[in-house]
């Protein structure tokens, strides 16, 4: 089961929304195909271990990861019983604002490790993630993981994150005059 949660305002230029997934597998293999959305990911496994089906090629995803923008259709897998993951839908130009250190083009269709982008940031964010029980509390560890990132960048909006929010807010339907 899929569900979203909003994003703090303060993150709203970044972040589309938080979620959380759960499944049951019922038939001994969950296997769910993933459309292309042209978002980028931050991705905790809280429960089980899934693997990620992409043109024949099978590839284990550490427990939190980073996704690349998707461009094309892919299966998440498991053979767990229980699976919950919870994560964050980045705007598309999202990870350039946040992470420019990283080659981006790479990441396309692709998992990076979250320790390769957050480094040491993440040991005591580890910690507390993993220990504590509410899906709010985890909520406000995310978003000040994201916020601190935010703080130590001088980010200046381009033309294309004016063009995604224009596309978001008319919910892709835009007239154009020739």
Known sequence: MFKPFKASDKLLPYVLMHYTINW???NNKISELCLPSGTCFIVFQLKGNCSIKFKNTQLTLPQFYVVGQQTASYYI????????LMGVILKPTALFHLF???????????????????GNHLVTFNEEFLTCDSIEHRIKLIEKLLLDCI????????????????????????????
């Open 100 to 118: 420019n250190s990283i080659n981006l083009q790479s990441l396309t269709n692709n998992v990076l490790p979250l320790k390769s982008v957050f």
């Open 77 to 84: 897998e498991s053979c767990d019983k229980d699976i919950s």
């Open 151 to 178: 703080e130590t960048r001088q980010i200046k909006h381009t033309i294309i994150d004016y063009a995604v929010e224009l596309i978001n807010q008319k919910k892709a339907v835009l007239l154009l005059k020739i």
């Open 24 to 26: 049951t597998n019922i």
